[in-house]
Every structure is written in structure tokens, then in C-alpha cells.
């Protein structure tokens, strides 16, 4: 059965903080992994990650997939309030599948 | 709880049918969404619902209708299928705005 597992659950920082969320995966026919942003309606796409060892940034966002060892890493640098959200990460196999979603890690950044 | 439940799995439909994909949940949840995907790209949303009665347009929602009659119950419309709707469709529910999304399993629909 193909799963995914966010690390950790929750997360309470204070701005400036840097933060890293973890994800791993088990897939058959792995084609990439995902990770979004949920704020108040709806998750927004971050980043979409195919190939091991190459980091996607964004601003003060990047990420990078170990396809060996089956897991990604999403950094977030000098955190900020707007920053609170709950990050889901989702991987999309091969074939006529859905994506698998995590269940998302809640990261609150406080003043 | 089967949580939140889509059908069909896979579709095809030609170009001008009709079709309604179907999404049920069985958590009491006030709020429901319909996302689709397509390849290489983030989820967008297409409608969304705060409560029974209540429903509001996404980020895509030309092409698409939706209802909500029922708390359970929140059905996507397709009147007339183009091939630009060729996607993978996500339902999905949350009790609060904020809380963590609940997803179905997704329906594939190939329009040709």
C-alpha cells in the first residue's frame, strides 16, 4: 500500500527560526512528490520535485528529494507569521493513481 | 468512517457529454472542495463549500457547476465535456477553514 508520512505533526517557532519538515514515502512507480502550502482555503502548490540531489527554492522555500533513501526535506529560512500553515507533501506514482497526501505538518511561527 | 468518498475512479467521456462526479463524507464536515489536477502542475480549485447551501466559485470554476443540498454531499457537474478538462479530479473536506484537508481518492477523467 503506498503511504506517506509527515514529520513532524506540529511545529511552534518563532520568527526568524529556521525550520525543516520532513516526508517520506513508500510508492510503487515513483514519478514525483509534492509539496503544498494550506492556508486558510485552500492548499497552494509549492514545489514539485522529480530528480534526486536538485534543490527547488523559492524566496526563503526550497526543498530537495533523496530518491534512494525515500524521503524529501522542506525548508523554510527566517521564518515568518505568514508562514503559519499546514505544509502537505504528496507523491504522484506512475499509471492511473491519485496522488497519496501526507497528513501534513502544522507549523506555527509566533512573534 | 469511510471518510471522503469519490466515484467514479476513471471516466471517459466524449466531447459535449455530461457527467457528474459524485463525492460523499461521512465526517460532519461544514466544508468541501472539488480540486483538480493536471500533469506536472499543483492542485487548483474549482469550487468550494462553507455549508449545506452554500456554495462559491475557485480559482477555475468556467465549465463546472456544483451543488450542496446536504452536508454529506457535494457534487461536480461537467454540462457539456471539452478535451481542457481532461484531469484528475479531488474532492476533499475540512470542518474548519484552517483545519487539515481531508481528500477522496481522486476520479480520472479523459474527455476525447
Known amino acids: 500500500e503506498d503511504k506517506v508520512v509527515q514529520s513532524p505533526l506540529s511545529l511552534v517557532v518563532h520568527e526568524g527560526d529556521t525550520v525543516t519538515l520532513n516526508c517520506s514515502y513508500e510508492?510503487?512507480?515513483?514519478?514525483?512528490l509534492l509539496w503544498y502550502k494550506q492556508e486558510k482555503k485552500a492548499p497552494t502548490f509549492l514545489f514539485m520535485l522529480?530528480?534526486?540531489?536538485i534543490e527547488k527554492k523559492s524566496g526563503r522555500l526550497s526543498s530537495i528529494l533523496d530518491k534512494k533513501e525515500l524521503f524529501s526535506i522542506l525548508n523554510i529560512t527566517a521564518t515568518q507569521t505568514g508562514d503559519s500553515a499546514i505544509y502537505l507533501c504528496?507523491?504522484?506514482?506512475?499509471?492511473?493513481?491519485?496522488?497519496?497526501f501526507g497528513k501534513g505538518t502544522r507549523l506555527s511561527v509566533i512573534a | 468512517n469511510a471518510g471522503v468518498t469519490q466515484t467514479p475512479k476513471f471516466r471517459i467521456l466524449k466531447i459535449g457529454q455530461s457527467m457528474t462526479l459524485q463525492c460523499t463524507q461521512d465526517?460532519?464536515?461544514?466544508?468541501m472542495y472539488w480540486y483538480r489536477q493536471d500533469p506536472g502542475m499543483g492542485l487548483k480549485l474549482i469550487y468550494y463549500?462553507?455549508?449545506?447551501?452554500?456554495?462559491d466559485k475557485g480559482e477555475v470554476p468556467n465549465g463546472y457547476n456544483v451543488s450542496r443540498s446536504t452536508t454529506e454531499d457535494f457534487p461536480l457537474r461537467l454540462e457539456l465535456a471539452a478535451p481542457s478538462q481532461t484531469s484528475v479530479y479531488f474532492c476533499?473536506?475540512?470542518?474548519?477553514?484552517?483545519?487539515?484537508?481531508?481528500f477522496g481518492n481522486g476520479t480520472r477523467l479523459t474527455v476525447t
Open positions: 476533499a473536506s475540512s470542518y474548519f477553514v484552517d483545519s487539515p484537508l481531508h
Open positions: 510508492v510503487t512507480n515513483f514519478r514525483s
Open positions: 522529480t530528480s534526486s540531489g
Open positions: 504528496a507523491v504522484e506514482a506512475s499509471g492511473n493513481t491519485p496522488l497519496v
Open positions: 465526517m460532519n464536515h461544514n466544508y
Open positions: 463549500s462553507v455549508g449545506a447551501g452554500i456554495t
